[in-house]
Nanobody, 121 residues
Framework: QVQLVEYGGGSMQAGGSLRLSCVVSASFFRLYPMGWYRQAPGKKREWVASIGPGGDTNYADSVKGRFTISRDNAKNTMNLQMNSLTPEDTAVYYC???????????????WGQGTQVTVSS
């Protein structure tokens, strides 16, 4: 069973930094895109950043220049370095990875359980 586990959430004052990590239990995910989403209380889940298997990255405008996504394929790990945090970054952060379903006939999205990030002013 494929599992994604996030680490690194917590509380921080505005202007501070946090680093989130996501470990994937299956090695073949190094071949597929991965990303981060977040969901603030009362809001829809929104895309934050994504990274392709070759390391190409994309960011939501709200985090561009402050967040950096990276991956270490040898360790099946993806990271999100978050700098200059603001209260608007408060949310549950989810990692996601694309990969083959158990039948190995189609691709699907896998999700972690989420980790809380709280930024106080």
């Amino acid at each position: 069973q494929v599992q994604l586990v996030e680490y690194g959430g917590g509380s921080m004052q505005a202007g501070g930094s946090l680093r989130l990590s996501c470990v994937v239990s299956a090695s073949f995910f190094r071949l597929y895109p991965m990303g981060w989403y977040r969901q603030a209380p009362g809001k829809k889940r929104e895309w934050v950043a994504s990274i392709g298997p070759g390391g190409d990255t994309n960011y939501a405008d709200s985090v561009k220049g402050r967040f950096t996504i990276s991956r270490d394929n040898a360790k099946n790990t993806m990271n999100l370095q978050m700098n200059s945090l603001t209260p608007e970054d408060t949310a549950v952060y989810y990692c996601t990875a694309q990969g083959p379903d158990p039948t190995m006939t189609r691709l699907r999205d896998y999700w972690g359980q989420g980790t809380q990030v709280t930024v106080s002013s």
